[in-house]
């Protein structure tokens, strides 16, 4: 909770996703106005801010954990939030992202995308140009704990206003018809 406006401190975070579960809290349409009248939006893709911060109430995270900078971000926001919400079946269960999991590894990835040759692969382990990826895709919660699970591909809109209103308010209770509690 901000000391100052006495409002949860939220935010949204994109991994290892396609952006469409983004694209769907944005189908919130008027009701992000009631939504971000009810809570500090701290850090986002939505906003320009580059760490994310301390003390966080509310993280809806997107997405697989499929290279060492998601790693390193999911542990960040475990570490700073206190309910951390898997956000879209991507973050839940791996999904679309985790599809190249039975490729093996990063770099048969990465050939199917590159073609042969002896040429550095930007995402394979040692190039500088992007983070490597994980030689399998990883969900969240192989990751860090979570407290909240919303699924859907994406979540429907209706559903995520209705699951951050609970939260806000402080409650679970509600929760059972449209996510799961970690
Ligand atoms: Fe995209 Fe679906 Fe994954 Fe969300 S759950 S990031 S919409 S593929």
């Not at 973050?91 to 040759?117: D, F, I, M």
């Not at 002896?118 to 399998?136: F, Y």
Request: hydrophobic share 40%; net charge negative.
């Amino acid at each position: 909770m901000d000391p100052v406006t006495a409002r949860p401190r939220f935010a949204t975070v994109w991994l290892g996703g396609c952006s469409g579960c983004h694209m769907s809290f944005l189908d919130l349409d008027e009701r992000l106005l009631d939504l971000m009248a009810r809570v500090d939006l701290v850090y986002s893709p939505f906003i320009d801010i580059k760490t994310f911060p301390e003390h966080v109430d509310i993280a809806l995270v997107e997405g697989a954990i499929a290279n060492d900078d998601h790693l390193r971000q999911i542990h960040l926001v475990r570490e700073r939030s206190d309910t951390l919400v898997a956000f879209g079946d991507c973050a839940v269960t791996g999904n679309v992202t985790a599809l190249r999991n039975p490729l093996k590894t990063a770099e048969v990835v990465l050939r199917h995308c590159y073609g042969p040759g002896d040429a550095p692969m930007p995402g394979l382990r040692g190039s500088t140009e992007v983070p490597p990826l994980l030689d399998k895709v990883r969900t969240i919660r192989g990751c860090v704990r979570v407290d909240v699970y919303l699924p859907g591909c994406p979540p429907p809109a209706d559903v995520i206003y209705e699951v951050l209103s609970e939260l806000i308010a402080g409650r679970t209770s509600g929760l059972h018809n449209r996510a799961r509690l970690g």
